[in-house]
C-alpha cells in the first residue's frame, strides 16, 4: 500500500519492472513484448552484450555491470530516457558508456588467477542477484564470501532470506552484526544467521581480512553495508600478496 501510494505521486511516465506489482496506470517493462524490453543476453569476457528494445528500434549494446538485474535496470533508465525524447541510438550509446558506482560489483584486485570483489548488497534479494551475477562471471569457480549483516532488524526479520541467499556461495563467513542506529536485541546475532547456513563461519571483524585471503576459492567477495568496506585495503594487499 506505500509503494503504491507513492507512485501514484509520480505525475509524469511510470514504469514498472518484472516483479513489481501491477500499478495504475504504470507502463511495464523489461518482459517479451513491452515497449522496453531486451533479448539475446551475451557474456564475452566478463561483458553482456544486449539488444535493447526501444519502442520497436532494436540497438545492440552492452551492461557495465554483470547480472540480469543490471539488465534490467539498463532497459528501466532507456525507458525513462526515451519517453523524455532521447533516441534510441544515444540511449544505447550512453548505456554502454557506464561504468558502474563504487561498492557495486566493484571488481577490487585481481592477481593469480584470483579475482576480489566488494559489493554493498545488504537484503537478501540483492545478495542472491549478486552471488548470481559472480556465477555468471565465473562459471565453475569457486566461491568465498565475507559477509556483515546490517542492523539486529533486518537480520531478525530476513534471516531465513539471507541463509537461503548465503547458501549460494561455496565459503561464507559472517561478520558481527554492524549495528548502526540500533541497540542489540536479545537472541539475534550472526551466530543466529551461520547456524542456518551448513559450513558457515563465525569471523572477527579484525581478523576478516585475512580469513577471506585464506579460503580455497578463486573467487572473494565482501559484502554488505556497515563498515566492512574499511577492510576492503586489506583484502586488496592480501590478494595481491599471495599472487
Known amino acids: 500500500d506505500g509503494f503504491r501510494a507513492f507512485a501514484g505521486q509520480v505525475k509524469g511516465p511510470l514504469f514498472a519492472g518484472p516483479g513489481c506489482a501491477e500499478l495504475p496506470g504504470a507502463e511495464p517493462y523489461g518482459r517479451p513484448g513491452d515497449r522496453y524490453s531486451y533479448r539475446d543476453v551475451q557474456v564475452v569476457n566478463g561483458i553482456q552484450h544486449f539488444t535493447l ?31 523524455v525524447g532521447m533516441p ?63 542492523l539486529y532488524s533486518r537480520t531478525r526479520d530476513f534471516a531465513p532470506g539471507f541463509a537461503e541467499a548465503l547458501k549460494g556461495a561455496d565459503f561464507v563467513g559472517i561478520l558481527p552484526i554492524y549495528a548502526a542506529r540500533e541497540r542489540a536485541m536479545a537472541g539475534v546475532d550472526s551466530a543466529m544467521l551461520a547456524a542456518r547456513i551448513p559450513g558457515a563461519q563465525l569471523v572477527a571483524y579484525d581478523r576478516g581480512a585475512q580469513w577471506l585471503a585464506s579460503q580455497p576459492a578463486t573467487v572473494v567477495a565482501t559484502v554488505g553495508a556497515g563498515d566492512i568496506d574499511r577492510l576492503v585495503p586489506h583484502v586488496e594487499q592480501l590478494i595481491r600478496a599471495n599472487a
Open 53 to 83: 528494445l526501444v519502442d520497436g528500434i532494436e540497438v545492440r549494446t552492452q551492461a557495465g555491470l554483470p547480472g540480469l538485474h543490471n539488465v534490467e535496470n539498463a532497459v528501466a533508465a532507456a525507458a525513462l530516457a526515451h519517453s
Open 88 to 150: 534510441a541510438a544515444a540511449i544505447g550509446e550512453a548505456i554502454a558508456s557506464f561504468r558502474g558506482v563504487a561498492r557495486r560489483f566493484d571488481r577490487r584486485a585481481s592477481a593469480a588467477g584470483r579475482h576480489y570483489i566488494d559489493d554493498y548488497a545488504h537484503h537478501p534479494t540483492e545478495l542472491t542477484r549478486f552471488i548470481q551475477a559472480l556465477r555468471g562471471m565465473f562459471p565453475g569457480e569457486k566461491i568465498a564470501l565475507l559477509f556483515q549483516p546490517h
